[in-house]
């Protein structure tokens, strides 16, 4: 594993009916040739389901009731 200075960016992130703000980071050299996409504070608070041979995605709120 290995480190790369980052700039932080608040953004609204919307998906479907579903709206919740978080930080985006963006890597400081240009010739940083990968995307990186974390894991908190976004897919933490959603509920996903996939069910791969009717090829659909189910999403909601984390906090929705089933």
Known sequence: ???FLTFGHPVVLSIIDISFEI???????????RNVLGQQSWLDRLRLGLVDY????YLS????IL
């Open 1 to 3: 594993m290995g480190s």
């Open 23 to 33: 930080t985006v980071y963006f890597a400081e050299a240009i010739s940083f040739s």
């Open 54 to 57: 009717e090829g659909k995605l």
């Open 61 to 64: 709120d984390y906090h929705d």
